[in-house]
């Protein structure tokens, strides 16, 4: 038999300062702290003793040598994806490891004419009716006149009342840690690689990763994308874009049919700018393969600005991608101090606030006036989560958490059921979608470009 339960989780900030400290576990019928979403952790911002160097077009290897020569620097990986190559890069990033103090090496090495940029290694962190038995604990699926009702929440169930619930022929990227994609609420919407034949240990659609059916893991480099129980965050945010509705079974996502891929990169010590880069550049691979992925989740953040990961996310918009971003767990204005990676200016890019079930903005969330674009539920949010049983398997649960990681899956949800009605929509047009169906709000007035909450009734 399968162990289903349900664990309700109350959610606090630690702070010291402004900063947001690092979530502690989720844990069962118990008050414990639990926020993941688009922050870093105090001193673990960057890889140590860790670069990645752009050279310049035309560098020769001799050169590039010469130059990390300068700062005792030896190249530990190329990063050169097929991505980057059919977009006529031939050169890809170096990812360097040295000795001494990153500022100083950059400082040493950043004017040099052969280098095009240079910067650390960051270091990511995380952000019809339905008759599932959880469904009074989903308000942010809830519509103003549902049963229960909520004005606030994201008005998913109006749409599905109207037989709006989703298309298997729309895939959404998880850009995360893993997720359990055997779950029960999760596993119909499991999807895979259309290109890639499981298990036969070939490379079928020749993108670089061999056995890729569900997704890659770039922490561990290999096709296991679920590794257990750490894997929560991940599993949470792939329940509110895509939990099977109407199922019987724990809750509803707010598209119950879609295919989820997933590109792991964050680990229990969050996850690297270098593996974001690569994660990104996954799915963009995909897309141009002929898979139809219409956006990416990102529910993390952290570090400085990359050029390197605004790159990727450039090659992702041309690829007409939606790039799905969490504002960020700070509650500071991010208009002055920019939140990454949501604060980047890509046109492909949906910044997600969090508001609460009374229509406030969530006293964790960032916001600004132009670098978030909206507001959707992100507090006491309940979707699929793992536990371990006694008998060493993995079994289906649910939890409760909060954060502006759990709002930003609202929209990349609301982008795959609109995508859903609207056959070979481009990413523009579902962003365009997206905004204006926003519902303003006063509470909003400043805090997000479009002064609104999301509102996908009509999807």
Not at 342 to 351: D, R, V
Request: charged letters at 15%; glycine letters at 12%; one cysteine or more.
């Amino acid at each position: 038999m399968k162990l289903r339960t349900f664990f309700v989780v109350v959610t606090m900030i630690l702070s010291l300062g402004s900063c947001v400290k690092k979530d502690l576990p989720l844990q069962p019928l118990v008050l414990p702290l639990s926020l993941k979403s688009a922050t870093i952790q105090p001193g673990n911002g960057m890889v140590p003793n860790e670069l990645l160097v752009k050279f310049k077009g035309g560098v020769d290897e001799n050169t590039k040598d010469g130059v990390l020569r300068k700062i005792g620097g030896k190249r530990k990986e190329k990063i050169l994806t097929e991505v980057m190559q059919r977009g006529g890069d031939n050169q890809g990033l170096a990812v360097v490891s040295m000795p001494g103090k990153i500022e100083d090496a950059i400082a040493a090495i950043k004017l040099l004419s052969d280098v095009e940029y240079v910067e650390p290694n960051y270091i990511y962190t995380h952000q019809s009716v339905s008759n599932d038995p959880y469904y009074g604990y989903l308000w942010g699926m809830f519509g103003t006149k549902t049963i229960p009702a909520n004005q606030y929440g994201s008005q998913a169930a109006v749409a599905w009342a109207a037989g709006h619930t989703g298309s298997d022929a729309v895939y959404i990227g998880l850009i995360d840690e893993g997720y359990m994609y055997t779950h029960e609420d999760l596993i119909a919407n499991a999807g895979s690689n259309p290109g890639e034949i499981p298990g036969n240990g070939i490379d079928d659609d020749g993108n670089g990763y061999i056995d890729d059916v569900y997704g890659w893991d770039f922490v561990s480099g290999d096709n296991t994308v679920f590794d257990g129980v750490e894997d929560d965050h991940g599993t949470m945010v792939a329940g509110i874009m895509g939990a099977v509705g109407g199922n019987g079974i724990g809750v509803a996502g707010v598209c119950w049919n879609v295919k989820i891929l997933n590109a792991k990169f964050l680990g229990p010590n969050g996850g690297t700018l270098a593996n974001a880069i690569k994660a990104i550049d996954y799915f963009t691979n995909l897309k141009l393969k002929g898979v139809n992925i219409v956006a990416t989740n990102n529910s993390w953040g952290g570090g400085g600005f990359s050029q390197g990961l605004k790159d990727a996310i450039e090659r992702a918009n041309k690829a007409n991608i939606l790039f799905v971003a969490a504002a960020g767990n700070d509650g500071m204005n991010t208009e002055f101090t920019p939140s990454y990676p949501s604060g980047y200016p890509n046109k492909n890019i949906i910044a997600v606030a969090s508001i609460n079930s009374v229509g406030a903005l969530s006293y964790f969330s960032n916001y600004a006036a132009s670098k978030v674009d909206l507001c959707a539920p992100g507090e006491y949010i309940a979707s699929c989560y793992p536990v371990l049983q006694s008998d060493g398997n993995y079994g289906s649960s649910y939890a409760i958490s909060s954060g502006t990681s759990l709002a930003a899956p609202f929209v990349t949800g609301a982008a795959a059921l609109y995508a859903a009605t609207h056959p070979n929509v481009k990413a523009e047009e579902i962003k365009g979608a997206i905004m204006d169906a926003t519902t303003e709000m006063h509470s909003l007035e400043g805090k997000c470009e479009s002064q609104g909450r999301l509102n996908i009734s009509h999807f």
